[in-house]
């Protein structure tokens, strides 16, 4: 969820065919890569 002030900036999509891949482990695991990148974006430009 975004407050009234964010904005959303890019959206990551992932698709499986294999039934249960993204359990709540690997969604954690994404979702932290996907704030590393975002933090080191911000940090280089």
Avoid: K, N, W
Wanted: charged fraction near 10%; aromatic fraction near 8%.
């Amino acid at each position: 969820m975004l407050s009234p002030m964010q904005v959303a900036l890019a959206v990551v999509s992932l698709d499986s065919s294999i039934p249960g891949f993204f359990s709540p482990e690997i969604q954690d695991v994404v979702l932290g890569c996907c704030r590393g990148v975002a933090t080191y974006i911000v940090e280089a430009y």
